[in-house]
Each structure stands twice: as C-alpha cells, then as structure tokens.
C-alpha cells in the first residue's frame, strides 16, 4: 500500500545505533557480544530484594515528578560526602530514566535554534541528534589519539558569541580516557564570562582506576555553577535495563530541566527509586566500584598480553580499546563485522562515534563480563 509522504525527517541521516546493530549481529552469529556495554552477572541480590519489597509494599504509582525525596536526599548526602559539593535535594536534584533521558532533557532545555554546541569525539552517540532535534549545530572537536586527551588552544579557537554548551564526559566513552584537575582548571578559564552552559556526562564515575580520583565539575564551584552532571545507577549498580540515572543542576538551570522532564517522562520507576534509597545509605555499595572493575580490566589485559593486538589500558569506564594496525588494513567497520561472523566475537568499531567515520584502526571491547567469558574472547582475540 501507498501512503501520502506526510513528513519528512527530523533525522535524516540517523539510522539504529551501532550497539543496536552489533548485539543484533552477536545474536544472529552466535558470537561472544562484547560490543554493547552491559554486565553479563547479575546486580545485588540485595537490591532486587529491596525492589521487590516495595513493589510488595505497594509503592507502584507515580513517584513525584523530581523524584522520592527520600533518594534525593541521599544523593545530596552522597554528592556532598564524596566531592564537597551541596546540591538542594528540593531544588537541584532530579531522578530520571537514565542518562541519555537525563542528557537529552537537559539539551532540550537550553538549545535554541543556531545555538552551538560543542562536543568531543569520538562520542557518545546520543549528544548530536538531540543537538539537532532542537535546531542547534553541532561544533565537532577531536580528542587527540593514541590517549583521547582534550586540546584546549582547539577549543578555544571554535568559542564564539554562537557557543551556547559544551558536552564533556569523564570517564570517557569509548575510550576509557579520563578528565584532570588541569582540564577543569581550562574549561574554567575558557567559559569564564559566558553564558555557556556545561553537560558533565559522569555516568561512570565511581569506575576509575590506578589511583586516579574522578574529577566531577562538582569539585569546582565556578564549572559547577554553569553545569549540568549526569549520572547513572545502572551503571553503578550493574543495571543498565532498569535505566535509572539522576542530574544535578543549580536550581535555575534545573528548573528549566524540570520543565522539559515533565512532559518527557514525567516522573520514573517508583520501587526502584524507593530501593536505590535505602541501598545508597551503605556506601560500600558503590565505593568498592572501581577496585572491582579493575581487577576485570587487568584480567582481560593479561588474557590478551601475547596476542597481536595493541593498547592503552583504559583509566575508566568497563570498556578497552584495541588497536589491530598490525593485523589488518581493514576498515574497522568491516574488520568488526569479519571478527563477529568469521571468529564468533563481537565490539564496536570506533569510527562510529566520528560523524565522519575517522577511523584508526580501534576496536572498543566491553569487560564488564564474567571471568569465563573473557576467557573465551580472549581465546579467540589470540588466535586473530
């Protein structure tokens, strides 16, 4: 049947996301998916019977639209104790499905049409069509390989009356690179006597490794101030299918956020919100965080040590890159796609975080996985 072409797209050059399409083609091969990151244990058993209590207890209909009090008083706690910051659990707190709801929410609120953003890639994939979707232009700055590190004289360069946000994200996804002192201290300098507004995306903030101590924006007052930080439980909590994730704002920009997260979500899952509450009051629970993904990296690495591959080991976040230069001249897109048919293991090509495909040869490999499956794609990496 012929339908009348009654619109046309907001997106025109966005198709279904590169995890979406690599988890899909893990499934259709029968391969080891390392290429979409989530855990392949289970969260707490703890907190799942937390859940279950108050789903039992009836705790099922709307939770307030910022969110349980309870659970926003406790992040205020946790984010005061953790980097020295105070955030209004009634005004500068609010709970929402997920990080990227938290993070499109927040573009929503802010960009007008001509605004321009910038970002760093390779990026996340949800930062530029939001951009987009709300008629601002997307200002597209590299990290500098082989380590991702931001170069500040570059974005100095691109600030002009027009730059309305800049979208960082620390610990870095893909790349696992992770943000200085140094980096808040220039990002400070360069927004100084702005009206630009910063996206922290600090979803993985409580996986850091080797010693080094997570720089939120919430650690320096004058970023703070202009700063939306977005986290994430289920990536803490090893639970990215509940898609629960919070932002904290000073209360005029959160009052703006709110005004879009109402009508975007209006208010999300209430027993989980209720359980993260009384969860959260351990600090065990999430201290341990980056001790524990570590050991996984380190394992991985040592499992890998003798293949061809080379890397950097990751300072943050669950996921490796892997250079396969001395393997083949593949393109990574295609070299990703012979890996999962032809060796049975899928990643993600990093050029698709490139709104230009910039490819270098990097493969990004999930560890958040049990031992023996990173025994069995280890296995197979040494043999490619």
């Known amino acids: 049947m012929n339908y009348p ?45 937390l859940v279950n209590k108050y ?21 205020a706690e946790k ?43 390779p990026a996340y994939d949800c930062y530029q069509p939001a951009i987009e979707l709300n008629g601002g232009k997307t200002i597209y700055m590299q990290l500098k390989a082989p380590h991702y590190l931001i170069d500040w004289e570059e974005v100095k360069k691109v600030i002009n009356y027009h730059t309305k946000m ?18 808040m201290a220039k990002l400070e300098k360069l927004t100084k006597g702005t009206e630009i507004v ?35 439980f289920g990536k803490t909590f090893h639970a990215t299918g509940w898609k629960m994730g919070y932002c904290v704002a000073p209360k005029k920009l959160m009052a703006e956020f709110r005004k879009v997260h109402q009508f975007l979500v209006f208010s999300c899952n209430t027993p989980i919100q209720h359980a993260l509450a009384e969860f959260l009051k351990n600090k065990k629970n999430y201290a341990g965080l980056g001790i524990f993904y570590q050991k996984k990296r380190d394992y991985f690495i040592s499992l ?7 890397l950097e080991p990751s300072s943050g976040t669950y996921f490796q890159l892997l250079r396969y230069n001395g393997i083949s001249k593949e393109k990574d897109t295609n070299f990703a796609v012979r890996l999962t048919k032809e060796f049975g293991i899928a990643s993600i090509p990093i050029s698709a975080f490139y709104h230009n495909a910039v490819d270098n040869k990097v493969l990004r490999f999930c560890f958040a996985k049990k031992e023996e499956t990173l025994e069995k794609a280890a296995e197979i990496l040494n043999k490619i």
């Open 5 to 49: 072409n009654l619109i046309s797209s907001k997106l025109p050059n966005v198709g279904t996301s590169i995890f979406t399409v690599m988890s899909k083609f893990a499934a259709d091969n029968n391969a080891i998916n390392l290429s979409q990151g989530f855990p392949d244990f289970s969260c707490s058993e703890e907190l799942i019977g």
């Open 55 to 75: 789903m039992l207890k009836g705790c099922n209909q709307y939770a307030p639209m910022a969110g349980l009090m309870s659970l926003r008083e406790i992040i």
């Open 79 to 121: 984010t005061e104790d953790i980097y020295s910051a105070k955030y209004d659990p009634e005004t500068e707190i609010t709970i929402t499905a997920g990080g990227t709801q938290a993070i499109f929410t927040a573009i929503s609120a802010v960009i007008r049409e001509g605004d321009e953003v910038i970002i760093f890639e």
């Open 166 to 183: 800049i979208i960082i994200n620390t610990p870095h996804n893909p790349s696992g690179s992770i943000m200085t002192a140094g980096d």
């Open 198 to 232: 910063i996206i922290s995306d600090e979803v993985y903030e409580h996986i850091i490794f080797d010693g080094y101590e997570h720089q939120s924006v919430a650690r320096f007052p004058k970023l703070a101030e202009r700063s939306f930080i977005i986290s994430s």
């Open 304 to 310: 890998i040590k003798d293949s061809k591959f080379t």
